[in-house]
């Protein structure tokens, strides 16, 4: 069970028009099982393929022998990277302008990475023939420790670039270095810490797979696959592999959860598209739950550096961090080009700083490639894990309690819109009652009084808090980019003769229950209930362009989109009522889903008579063409800010060193809710992931660079018994560009929910003189550090 | 999907008839009870049988029996039956303790006491417990049976008594008199294997412990019953300190290693604080106290 306050916008009626708790329009079909996912999908003569990858982290290829496996009864083809080269396909760019190798040439570069595939009649036979495929593999060694590899002496990884003589990706700093500095120098208190943020992993339920089918006549490729941005990996196809774009289909069905696993372009979706081409037949790749963990997109994996500099009463004058960034064998972070470290610049967190810097070194390493959004909004999961960790070693060398020092530095409600030392703009916010109300849902006070009488008995009980500010909606297209596409989202809306609706979008739901809150947007702004609005997406030939869904963009962007687009049709809808009323436009009013005419409500149409008039017979009036629908391309003008305030308590067995978190408590500010019941659910699903982050999630590797999390066993993710009875709250404070008012809420928890669970753990441990240990904290790593012997986890 | 090699598959409708078969088919057949170990192995294709001997129809050995002065279990007992057996519960509440704690409810409906035992993972809870409880095992062949001690029964990690032609088809657990028995495992999440797990099952009378043994998981090759400890228990009269020692016995006699589970030094520290805590719940449960 979950106690949650009522909304305060909220109705209790099951079908509101407009905003409020409407059941999700998607869950009929998928609770009955009866969704269409990419494994669902079965076409006529449809081949199946299977990956070969490497045994090892780093080793040349010496030879492929394919002849078993292309004798197999069953095996249709067998590719290998010579194959793919002679095509000029054997390497495609990455999100950041890299390359990556489709399938390996030279060498592999990390375990698990794609040698050559197989495709045959049925999946079995293709699993079976990877067995008879041989490769000899001439070992190198491999360079596993990220702090060691920009030394003179070790391999280089990516000599297939030209004149690469190190392991060198990029440097990138923002804010003023010197100014920090001279902070520092002359501040009362300096903390610093390193702080790892280790590699994990987004892990959906449904891992990612494609059907590709290329139509032999016209040429035309249709791709149904797992991707979060179906028009964005549309062009990059185009791009890279010369298809004309027009006869490019691609079709996001149901998708099992995304997290920003399903943003990348993943060498199985080219293997698939070149086998269909080149076998004239529908082929489907399907990774299974090994490939899914060892080889596609993980998150994080930085090594962190960070000093804040304080008065010695804990006014926060400056934060300083120095990061090391592991970006696997391939450059594959998803970032708008102009931000390599995405928009890890807000480490600057909620508060009202005097200067503020960061430096960043990012290598590569015989890793998986990726470095994707994992529900982070581009690294700001990493960047306010920093601040909202070393605000708190500064409450621990100052005695002081961490809300207090939080509450004391907060940026005031009237510095917004407010501009941060590293060049954000913060749209809106009001920080305290947010806080303030946390702690009286936590009932803080008593918390600590509790916590006191336990320390006195030897108990370990602690409260973490953490204060986030997420930078959420991706563009303006000025700035943000990906591979060259702006960060902008179309929406398409056409109300049919009846008064029902189809508004069409760019983005794709993964689980967020777009199909839900874009109705009710439409509906909230025209009136016509969320049922008669059917909402498509995922498919490119039947919606507008735009980038798609992760680092929460959906709402901050596409519904701006979903709104103005409505707006755009209402107006019309208003001049069409004006000819049908015999009065001017000015002369209507606007009740949800109807004009009336002011002073005489007897007089009025629905926005369904208006749509039959559209439509229908008789004169519209002039210059007015018929129907009724519009389309927008919506660049956002900012990105928006969403806030919160969380209170995690623990209580630690000290014999055992097992971790129970007690309660969490989450205060959310998205600005103007659309359905409440939703909005829950995604903080629900967030603050699950930040405790498993914090107490079991890491992507380990042994000193070969093998991979130790291949499987659910291995790579752990929290059940519900791990995970307490949310305590969910909020605040509203709207967003002032958004037409709504709304801000995203797709990953304010993940980014939110970690350092309050690793606070809390802290805390606990405080009677250890422990100011800070590293993620994952299983109990076997807080024995350690109760024992003084923290390690850091890479 | 992960997605097994080609195999054979064979449904056993009687233990001779299955003994048959596997006798027939030699060392590339394989049982396949509750199928939670060997199916995923089979997935990840770390094992490759080419037959696969099906006795779930066995009804013959699912069961668990009083007879005498001791409780038998059939091979194919499932974890859900262990653990909702009251009869099991009054005797051996280390049972209903090991149970909650192993796998999930899907696992439990299926895993077999007869495929733990005989998977032989070093980790596996059930093992443990056996080894707590001095079980024996019933082990058949066309050529009868014969009867093995837990300690003889785990050869080495993965590998036990059971021969190519043979099949394990009951546990013998002897009953005594003032008998009490706990489990504590400790996991890094629900459904997690053992970090470290240790059973202790004690007999006791006039306040004095006459025998007792522990049974530790995931500290070295096999569960292991700990010579030492049992040596020390009997005669023994129970205190605070005396738990104590023992946890500090159970400890200096393992092997864990270190792994994503832990470090060989918390598993120690595991080993002793756990045994402490069972031992104690063992003594209090023998004394007729539900601790
Ligand atoms: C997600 C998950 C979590 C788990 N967590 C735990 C845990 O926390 N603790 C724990 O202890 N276990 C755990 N397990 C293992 C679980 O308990 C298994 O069910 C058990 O180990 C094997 O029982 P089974 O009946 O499924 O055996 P199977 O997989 O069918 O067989 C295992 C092996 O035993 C052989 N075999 C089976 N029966 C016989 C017989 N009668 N005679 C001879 N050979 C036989 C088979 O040939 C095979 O080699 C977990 C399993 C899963 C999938």
């Known amino acids: 069970m979950t106690t949650t306050e009522p909304a305060p916008d909220t109705t209790e009626e099951e079908r509101p028009i407009g905003f409020g708790r409407l059941l999700r329009k998607e869950d009929p079909r998928l609770i009955r099982g009866m969704g269409n996912f990419v494994d669902d999908i079965s076409l006529d003569g449809m081949l199946h393929l299977a990956i070969l990858r490497s045994p090892v982290a780093h080793a040349r290829i010496v030879s492929i022998d394919t002849s078993a496996a292309e004798a197999h009864p069953k095996v249709v083809a067998v590719i290998t990277g010579e194959d793919l080269a002679a095509q000029g396909l054997a390497w495609m760019p990455t999100l950041s302008n890299d390359t990556q190798a489709v399938l390996a040439t030279d060498k592999v570069r990390f375990q698990h990475q794609e040698v050559a595939f197989v495709v045959a009649e049925d999946r079995y036979s293709a699993r079976d023939a990877l067995e008879l495929i041989d490769v000899e593999y001439d070992w190198l060694d491999p360079v596993v420790d990220v702090r060691t590899a920009l030394d003179a002496d070790v391999p280089v990884i990516r000599d297939d670039l030209d004149g690469k ?3 060198h990706i990029f440097d990138w700093e923002t804010g003023d270095e010197a100014a920090t500095n001279a902070v520092f120098d002359s501040a009362d208190v300096v903390v610093s810490e390193e702080i790892i943020y280790p590699r994990v992993h987004p892990a959906p339920m449904e891992t990612c797979g494609c059907v590709a089918d290329v139509e032999r006549v016209s040429g035309q490729l249709t791709l149904w ?9 549309r062009t990059v196809y185009a791009l890279v592999a010369g298809l004309p774009e027009h006869k490019i289909r691609v079709i996001a069905p149901d998708i099992g959860g995304g997290f920003g696993n399903k943003v990348p372009i993943y060498p199985g979706y080219v293997c698939a598209i070149v086998a269909s081409l080149v076998i004239g037949k529908p082929v489907k790749w399907m990774e299974d739950r090994t490939e899914n963990l ?10 962190m550096n960070a000093d804040i500099a304080a008065t010695k009463e804990g006014k926060i004058l400056a934060v300083r961090t120095n990061v090391l960034a592991d970006h696997g064998a ?22 009202d700083l005097e200067a503020a810097y960061a430096k960043m070194t990012a290598v590569y390493t015989n890793k998986a490639p990726g470095g994707v959004a994992y529900a982070c909004s581009f690294r700001i999961t990493e960047a306010v894990y920093l601040v909202e960790r070393i605000v708190d070693c500064l409450a621990h060398e100052l005695d002081m309690d961490p809300a207090e020092l939080r509450l004391k530095n907060f940026i005031k409600p009237d510095q917004f819109p407010y501009e941060t030392k590293t060049g954000w703009v913060y749209d809106s916010g009001d920080y305290e009652p947010a806080m303030r109300k946390a702690m009286e849902m936590a009932g803080y006070d008593e918390l600590r009084r509790e916590q006191a009488e336990k320390r006195e008995r030897g108990e370990l009980m602690g409260i973490g808090v953490s204060f986030f500010t997420e930078a959420v909606g991706a563009g303006p297209r000025k700035d943000m980019d990906i591979l060259g596409l702006g960060m902008a989202d179309g929406c398409e809306l056409r109300i049919h003769p009846t008064g029902k609706a ?3 979008l760019s983005v794709k739901t993964q689980g967020q229950g777009h199909e839900t809150t874009f109705a009710q947007i439409v509906a909230e702004e025209i009136g016509i209930p969320p049922e008669d609005i059917e909402v498509v997406h995922g498919d490119t030939d039947n919606t507008p362009f735009g ?8 709402t901050p962007v596409s519904g701006a989109a979903a709104a103005l687009v409505t707006r755009k049709v209402r107006d019309k809808a208003q001049i069409i009522a004006s000819g049908m009323l015999e009065v001017s436009v ?5 009740d949800k889903g109807a004009f009336s005419v002011k002073g005489d409500p007897t007089k009025s149409v629905t926005i369904q008579d208006i749509a039959m008039r559209a439509h229908g017979a008789g004169d519209l009036p002039d210059g007015l063409e018929g129907g009724l629908e519009a389309q927008i391309c919506y660049n956002p003008e900012n990105l928006t800010y969403p806030f919160g305030a969380y209170i995690c308590v623990v209580d630690i067995d000290p014999d055992t060193a097992v971790v129970k978190v007690r309660r969490f408590i989450a205060v959310d500010d998205c600005g103007t809710q659309i359905n409440p019941m939703i909005i829950e659910g995604q903080v629900h699903g967030g603050l699950a992931d930040g405790v498993g982050m914090a107490m079991m999630e890491m992507i380990a590797f042994d000193e070969d660079g093998n991979c130790l999390g291949g499987s659910l066993m291995d790579y752990l993710i929290p059940t519900a018994l791990e995970t307490p009875d949310w305590e969910t709250g909020h605040t509203v404070t709207p967003s002032p560009h958004h037409p709504i008012g709304a801000k995203g809420i797709g990953e304010s928890a993940t980014v939110g929910s970690p350092p309050a669970v690793v606070n809390a753990i802290v805390d606990a441990l405080k009677p250890y003189g422990i100011r800070h240990a590293d993620m994952p904290l299983t109990p076997s790593r807080v024995w350690e550090a109760m024992q003084g012997n923290h390690t850091p986890p890479i | 999907m992960q997605v097994p090699a080609p195999f054979e598959y064979e449904r056993a409708t009687s233990v001779e008839h299955a003994i048959a078969l596997r006798t027939q088919l030699g060392e590339e057949a394989r049982f396949i009870a509750g199928g939670h170990s060997l199916l995923p192995m089979m997935k990840l294709r770390l094992a490759n049988p080419e037959y696969l001997i099906d006795i779930n129809d066995l009804d013959e050995l699912f069961y668990i029996t009083r007879a005498d002065d001791e409780i038998r279990i059939g091979a194919m007992t499932r974890h859900r039956e262990l653990l909702d057996s009251d009869l099991l519960a009054e005797h051996f509440p280390i049972f209903r303790d090991a149970e909650k704690v192993i796998a999930d409810p899907v696992v439990r409906n299926r895993g077999t006491l007869g495929g733990s035992l005989c998977q032989a993972d070093p980790s596996e809870d059930l093992s443990a417990v056996c080894t707590t409880l001095d079980a024996s095992c019933v082990i058949k062949s066309t050529d009868g049976e014969r009867i093995v001690s837990m300690q003889d029964f785990h050869v080495g990690p993965y590998e036990t008594a059971v021969g190519d032609t043979e099949m394990l088809t009951e546990i013998r657990i002897p009953l005594k008199a003032g008998g009490g028995s706990a489990y504590e495992k400790v996991e890094r999440r629900a459904g997690d294997w053992a970090v470290v797990s240790s059973g202790v099952a004690v007999w006791m009378s006039n306040g004095t412990i006459d025998d007792g043994r522990v049974g530790l998981a995931a500290v070295g090759p096999n569960t292991t019953s700990i010579g030492p400890v049992a040596e020390a228990l009997r005669g023994a009269a129970p205190s605070e300190e005396f738990y104590e020692q023992v946890g ?18 918390y598993k120690t520290h595991l080993a002793k604080e756990l045994t402490r805590r069972s031992l104690r719940r063992a003594v209090a449960r023998a004394q007729g106290q539900e601790a």
């Open chain 2, 248 to 265: 500090e016995i159970a400890a200096a006699n393992c092997s864990p290693q270190t792994d994503q589970r832990g470090t060989a030094a």
């Open chain 1, 330 to 351: 391939f450059n594959g972070v998803a970032a708008p080009t102009k931000y390599p470290a995405g928009f890890f610049g807000v480490f600057t967190g909620s508060y």
């Open chain 1, 225 to 233: 696959c797992t991707s979060q941005a179906p028009h964005a990996h």
């Open chain 1, 502 to 504: 189809v508004v069409r």
């Open chain 1, 294 to 303: 060892v080889s596609t997109g993980f998150a994080r994996d930085y090594v």
């Open chain 1, 547 to 554: 980038l798609g869904t992760y680092g929460s963009r959906s």
């Open chain 1, 586 to 590: 000015a002369d209507l009013q606007w």
């Open chain 1, 165 to 167: 003589t190190d392991n």
